[in-house]
């Protein structure tokens, strides 16, 4: 499924990011398009909650609990 926030990531990666980062969803996504990453950590409450980490030049999502 798309959403809007993932077609703006689409456009922002074409414009050259390597990564997008969202929330707001409650919907955790992590999906490349062409040279980037659309991420998004879905909730930080209720069912599920995480978080992300950038190290090392990579992005991980982590289960929080």
Same mark, same amino acid.
């Given at each position: =499924?798309?959403?809007?926030?993932? =077609? #703006?990531?689409? !456009?922002?990666?074409?414009?050259? #990011? !390597? +990564? ?5 969803t409650? /919907?955790? /996504? &992590?999906?490349? &398009? =062409?040279?980037? +990453? +659309? ?11 995480? +978080?992300?980490v &950038?190290e090392?030049?990579? &992005? =991980? ?5």
């Amino acid at each position: =499924e798309i959403d809007g926030l993932c =077609e #703006a990531s689409e !456009d922002i990666i074409r414009k050259g #990011a !390597d +990564y997008v980062i969202f929330g707001h969803t409650h /919907m955790r /996504m &992590f999906k490349k &398009f =062409e040279n980037g +990453y +659309y991420i998004n950590l879905g909730t930080w409450l209720g069912e599920g909650p995480c +978080y992300g980490v &950038f190290e090392n030049n990579k &992005f =991980e999502i982590i289960d929080w609990g």
